[in-house]
């Protein structure tokens, strides 16, 4: 589950190699955030890499190469589509993949490497993949379903200490739709509108507070 990976991650639980799999770029970003939060002893060192643009080789020797000026450094690695089914003719780089998997065997423990693959499915068939779902924390970044939608906002409430009911979470889908980041984005509004001495989001509050968001965007479009 992702959210005991996210757990490990706030102890300061912190593994050599992750991989971060799905299309739900508010899950992604997310994992990606904490990882930064957690790196930050010294002068943070955060090192990008387009898997599109570069081959794996680079991401590899940078994560051998021992950081400057921080103990651990952060470095992520974005479309890593060499772990999903190939489209003949559509490569766009010929990555070593005999290099990461060797690499893989035995990662070094000074940087904190993050492989994105943002697709629904990996090729399960792949040598490299049954290798990196052994070797990496697997992050699974799946868009949630309507139940699972309202498990989350009521335990994303609960990190700004606040209650929201069942009944209250269905109205907030129904009034701000499905997009994690703008449904996170309304539950701190909310919770910074209740202050530290009101607990519950009631459907009332998203009924004034949502609407008057929706209305306001809807209003700089026909700007």
Not at 69 to 82: G, T, V, Y
Not at 170 to 189: D, Y
Request: aromatic fraction near 8%; charge should be negative; charged fraction near 30%.
């Amino acid at each position: 589950m992702i959210t005991s990976v996210w757990k490990a991650i706030r102890s300061g639980q912190i593994d050599p190699v992750y991989i971060v799999t799905g299309t739900e770029s508010y899950f992604i970003e997310k994992t990606l955030d904490l990882l930064k939060t957690k790196l930050t002893d010294g002068e943070p060192e955060f090192i990008h890499f387009d898997l599109d643009e570069v081959p794996v080789d680079y991401v590899i020797e940078e994560a051998d190469t021992i950081p400057f000026f921080s103990d651990r450094k952060l470095i992520i690695a974005k479309n890593a589509s060499f772990l999903k089914a190939a489209e003949r003719g559509k490569e766009k780089i010929d990555h070593n993949l005999k290099a990461l998997e060797a690499w893989l065997e035995n990662p070094p423990s000074s940087s904190v490497t993050v492989f994105v693959a943002p697709y629904e499915k990996l090729d399960e068939r792949k040598k490299i993949t049954k290798l990196m779902k052994q070797r990496a924390i697997m992050v699974e970044a799946k868009s949630l379903q309507a139940n699972d939608l309202e498990t989350w906002l009521t335990h994303e409430a609960k990190t700004y200490g606040k209650i929201l009911e069942k009944q209250s979470a269905q109205k907030l889908v129904e009034m701000a739709g499905t997009n994690l980041t703008l449904l996170s984005s309304e539950l701190e509004k909310m919770s910074l509108y209740l202050g530290a001495d009101e607990e519950e989001i009631t459907g009332g509050l998203i009924e004034q507070m949502t609407a008057r968001t929706l209305e306001q965007d809807a209003f700089k479009m026909l700007q």
